[in-house]
């Protein structure tokens, strides 16, 4: 297997569909680096500090189950589903939900588009899917008739789509560039593109944390380029490379801190709570 095929195509490495709960270390290097899931767990955090006990969880788009299986509250409902459209994803996640022993959980393989949700959920999470997804305006919907009245939605997507590294702008064009270049990125959403429709679909937003700075919007970049070039060359070209990315990476990490420490009032993705509308 490649790892473009890990990257790109979701397909999960056999080694941990052998031993699986080798994911909690892939859980704490991604919660370590990547910017989007330091704002999700800050914000479901504030969630269950107002709302501590959530019968029903449901995370769309689970991916290899992030979320689920960091969370310790969620090890506690009554009924945590992890719906996924990548099939290897689900399989990853049942085999790690089975050696655990998380018998609440459960985990079903669709398209986001045509999932059936359970009726009062509590806490719906959609942590950078929603703009993979052409008929966003009926997931949301969808969304807002399966929440319980006082229910939440935790929804993280990218917006703005303002590029900075004229190299970085360049490579964007290369075949198999990124996640975003294999599968196509149906929504590019602005600020108020995303809010009218989050109020179209009937949500109130409570809370609205944007992020991805310049600085760290610019670092983000970089990286990429890193994974760029680590993918495309030779392994003899790895010895130039490396060196350079472990100068580069406590950098990149400082940079996302800061991220979230700081305030802005727009960026290249955004962190929203939101609720149904009340009448």
């Known amino acids: 297997m490649k790892i ?3 990257m790109h195509h979701q397909q999960a490495p056999s080694l941990l569909l052998r031993f699986p709960q080798l994911l909690f270390l ?3 290097l991604n919660r370590l680096s990547v910017l989007r899931m330091k704002y999700a767990h800050r914000a479901i955090r504030r969630i269950l500090q107002e709302h501590p006990a959530p019968k029903i969880v449901v995370d769309a788009g689970c991916g290899m189950g992030d979320y689920l299986f960091t969370v ?3 090890g506690r409902t009554e009924r945590t589903i992890g719906i996924d459209v990548s099939a290897s994803n689900i399989e990853l996640c049942q085999a790690l939900a089975a050696s655990t ?6 985990f079903v393989c669709s398209d986001l588009s045509e999932a059936e949700l359970p009726q009062h959920t509590d806490l719906i999470l959609c942590i950078g899917v929603l703009m993979y997804i052409a008929d966003d305006g009926k997931v949301l919907k969808n ?3 399966s929440l319980a009245m006082d229910g939440r939605l935790a929804l993280y997507a990218a917006v703005n789509y303002r590029r900075t590294l004229p190299l970085f702008k360049r490579l964007s064009a290369s075949p198999g560039f990124d996640y975003d270049q294999v599968i196509g990125r149906p929504q590019t959403y602005t600020d108020a593109q995303l809010e009218e429709r989050l109020t179209a679909a009937g949500f109130t937003i409570l809370e609205r944390r944007p992020s991805f700075g310049r600085l760290a919007a610019t670092m983000f970049e970089i990286s990429a380029i890193f994974e760029w070039f680590f ?3 030779h392994p003899l070209a790895w010895t130039i490379l490396v060196p350079f990315y472990l100068i ?4 990149y990490l400082i940079s996302m801190s800061a991220d979230v420490r700081g305030s802005r009032s727009t960026g290249n993705g955004v962190m929203i709570i939101a609720s149904k509308r009340t009448i």
Do not use: A, Q, T
């Not at 022993?101 to 459960?106: A, D, T």
């Not at 580069?248 to 950098?251: G, M, S």
């Open 4 to 6: 473009s095929d890990i």
């Open 26 to 28: 892939y859980f704490r």
């Open 72 to 74: 310790p509250e969620f």
């Open 101 to 106: 022993g998380r018998s609440n959980m459960e």
């Open 143 to 145: 969304f807002h008739r």
């Open 231 to 233: 993918k495309s060359w």
């Open 248 to 251: 580069f990476y406590p950098l």
